[in-house]
Structure formats: C-alpha cells, structure tokens
C-alpha cells in the first residue's frame, strides 16, 4: 500500500496549529508527526509542504449541484471539480432538483448520480413535502445526510407551509432537519408594499416595475429580518417541543442569534445553525456594486448583520460555515429583486474567502478549520472525516499564504462561468486537495478521471 509523506507543513487541526508532517497511507492518514519524529516506515512519496497549512478537507453541507433535471446552469461533475480545486473534499446535495428528491426513488436515483460523477466525498438530503413525512422511516440512516425543509419559498411543492405538516415533520423523525427559514406571508405582504411604494414614487416606471427597474436594495426590505426570525422562531419553538435536531441553514440577521445557545458543547447541542460564506462576506452595500450577482435568498442584509454573524461565528451561537452553493447563468440573474434568480456559485473559493477575514483579524485559521470542518462532522456524525486523526480517510487540503492571484473568469471551474469573486485578489491558494488519499487537485488541475466516496453517518 503506497504511503505518502507531506512533510514540514503548519497542521490546523482540533484548535492547535502545530509544524509536523502527516503520513497517508492508501485512503487513510497511518501517522502524524511532530518535534522531528520521523515515519514508522519509508514513504514511496514526499511532498515538502514548507510555507504551507495542512488542514482537514473542507466539508460543506450546503451545495444545490443541480444535478438532475436543471444541468444547463450545473452539474455533479462540473460543481465537484470546482470543489476539489476549492478545498472541499466532501459535499451534500439539496433535493430541489428536477426530479426533487422528495421520493425513495428520486432519492436513490440521486445517490446513483453522485456514484457515477462525484470527484469528491458526498451526501444528499431527502426533501421534506406538505404530505410525504410517512417516508422518513424508510430512509437508511448511515446514509442521508438529513431531512431538508423548505420553510420559506421554494421550487414546486417543496414549501412547507402547513402547520399539521410540520408538526408532523417535526416529530416523525430523529434525522437532523435542516431548514431554510422565511416567513412566505411576511415576503409576500412586503413585495406587495415595496412595489406599490415604487410605483407611487416612479409612476411612469410602473410597466417596468415587475422586470428590471425596482434597485436590488429593495431585496433586503422584502425578503426582510421580520420575516427571517419569524419563521426561524418558529422552527427553533417545533423543534424544542418534539425535542428534534433541528440545524437552521444560512443564518442572515443578528436577531435571529438570540434563538441559539452557546453554552453547551456542540456534541450536546439538538439546535445548531449555519452562515453562509456570502453573509460573512458581503452586505447590503455591495449591491451597488454587484446588483444581482449577489442576490441570494436569504437576501444579503445591512452590515451589521454581517458584523454580527461574524462575532456570532467566534462567540460559537454559529456552529458551521457552508456556502448554499446554487449556480445559475448569468441570463438567468438579469432582472431585479422580482426577477433575478437567486443564488450564486461560492464552492470554489469559500475556504481561501475566509482564509482572507484570517488575514483580516476577524477569524482565527483554527476557528476557519473548526467551522467548515469539523463542526460539520460533528453536527452530522460524520465516520472517519472532518479531523485529522489516525486511522481517519485522508482527506486534506494544502493552502499556501503569501501567494498572491486575482480570480479571473478562466479560472472558474462552475459551469456557469462566473463568480461575483471575479477581480478579487486573494493572498491565499489552494495548492493541492487530497480525497480518501488521492491527490485529487494539483498545480490548477483537477484529476478528472477519480470518483469521490459516499459519506456514512454514525447513528
């Protein structure tokens, strides 16, 4: 069995940055070296890693890789490179695709995709229906991730909006719910308001008020804090009263915050929640800058949220980064609030954005590891991922500091071929991503040929 030597790098690992060496041998890490130790046993290969951070493989439980049914804007094999050359080694599907993953079928039609086109690690959510709750039992726990609840606006049926249904969905299962929560009454009463209010300051707009004219700004008043913390309330009072894991996806206000405990450890914790990349990394400001490019749902908010989430990341009250990795073609975001699709492509250069706000201050690369991580391995009770540890799959990622580059659209592995990175000069590069042993990324280049492993979970 080969064994591979990455020798003299900073280990981030477990809140320690420490000089060392790790030896990898097949898929697994054999030994990790500190203070001189030397291998067990001669390495066939050496990689010198001086000047670099070895960190454990990025593990996002967020990512809409549009795979089947919506592949003109993405796919699996497109989305996992860009992975790979990001640092993520494992992944976890959404179901609103086209089918939705809302069916036993649809479900292992979805793991069958994945096996067949997935360079990395990966998993997929089941998605949770008004009606299809009576499923939850028949799903194999070791192998989906979570049940997926849409509690704000979504693609076909996949709005759960009935309170008998979440009831239901709340205490018919024990697999952690993951939800995006946004009050779907509240959104629509203020794009009611908003466009009336438009049309009576532009009257002679009013034709264009549904297409293009109504500023991106007005997507922070419509899909609004009110109307984030209402139905996360709501999710964080059900879930308390059936005693469900519950883990709210991209958390985006600062009042929502006050819902979550961080005084307990997270291996105890029923209630966890989730910021995306792009909350911690832009505000309601960058609209005027980049309009649609930014528009996600939840919306991008007033910089004190940002600044919030960012402390609410270090504080703990946020458990996990991830990135709701959701490409869609540039035609597809023209428009406005009312029209623009919302979504952006995040996979490829999450770990090295928030390397940066390292570089800033704001995060430690201890807590940047511990985030996107192992929390996530924790949260989901991950086998053998998310640390490095002995006797765990190797998967790692080498990033290099000081190595200064600017994204540019040649480098964007999403099919969609944009980024609202693009023009950013970041100080630090992925230099080489590790899956279950094989390097899998290196100098720019993906190894297209290699399948990432199905990710199991201890239950």
């Not at 960190?55 to 089947?68: A, M, N, Y």
């Not at 479900?107 to 995709?113: E, R």
């Not at 894991?245 to 600062?254: K, P, Y």
Request: glycine share 6%; charged share 25%; hydrophobic share 35%.
């Amino acid at each position: 069995m080969k064994r591979t030597l990455i020798q003299n790098a900073i280990i981030v690992n477990e809140g320690r940055s420490t000089r060392g060496s790790v030896v990898i041998e097949g898929e697994k890490i054999a030994e990790i070296l500190e203070k001189g130790q030397k291998p067990a046993t001669p390495c066939e290969e050496t990689i010198h890693a001086n000047g670099c951070y070895l960190l454990p493989g990025v593990i996002d439980d967020h990512v809409h890789f549009r795979d089947p049914g919506l592949t003109h804007k993405a796919d699996i094999s497109t989305e996992s490179r860009a992975a790979a050359a990001g640092g993520v080694t494992s992944i976890m599907d959404m179901p609103n695709t086209n089918p939705q993953t809302i069916t036993l079928d649809a479900l292992n039609a979805k793991f069958d995709l994945l096996a067949e086109k997935c360079s990395v690690n990966y998993s997929c959510y089941f998605g949770a229906t008004n009606n299809n709750y009576t499923e939850f039992d028949k799903l194999d726990k070791s192998r989906v991730c979570g049940i997926k609840l849409f509690m704000g606006s979504s693609t076909g049926n996949m709005l759960v909006d009935k309170m008998n249904s979440l009831l239901n969905i709340f205490n018919g299962t024990d697999l952690l719910i993951a939800a995006h929560c946004e009050n779907h009454e509240t959104i629509k009463k203020n794009t009611e308001k908003y466009v009336r209010e438009y049309i009576e300051k532009y009257p002679y707009q009013y034709y264009h008020v549904h297409h293009e004219t109504l500023p991106m700004g007005y997507h922070a008043k419509i899909r609004s804090i009110a109307a984030c913390y209402e139905s996360s309330e709501l999710a964080v009072r059900l879930a308390r009263i059936a005693d469900a894991r519950l883990h709210i996806l991209h958390i985006s206000t600062a009042k929502e915050l006050s819902l979550f405990d961080n005084d307990i450890p997270l291996e105890e914790k029923r209630i966890t929640a989730e910021a995306c990349v792009s909350h911690l990394l832009f505000d309601s400001s960058d609209y005027a800058e980049l309009g649609t490019r930014i528009k996600c749902n939840p919306s991008i908010k007033a910089k004190t949220n940002r600044d919030a989430l960012r402390q609410a990341v270090n504080s703990n009250l946020i458990d996990v980064i991830a990135t709701d990795h959701a490409p869609h073609l540039l035609s597809e975001k023209e428009g406005g609030p009312l029209k623009a699709m919302s979504g952006m492509p995040m996979i490829q250069f999450s770990l090295i954005s928030m390397l940066e706000l390292v570089n800033e201050g704001i995060f430690t690369i201890e807590k940047v590891v511990e985030k996107m991580c192992h929390a996530p391995a924790q949260i989901y009770n991950i086998h053998n991922r998310g640390f490095i540890r002995p006797g765990y799959q190797a998967d790692l990622v080498l990033v290099r500091p000081d190595a200064l580059w600017t994204v540019s659209a040649e480098q964007i592995l999403s099919k969609c071929g944009w980024s609202p990175l693009e023009g950013r000069t970041f100080d630090w590069k992925v230099e080489k991503t590790f899956a279950n042993g094989h390097l899998l990324y290196t100098d720019g280049q993906v190894d297209e040929a290699y399948r990432g492993q199905e990710i199991y979970f201890k239950r």
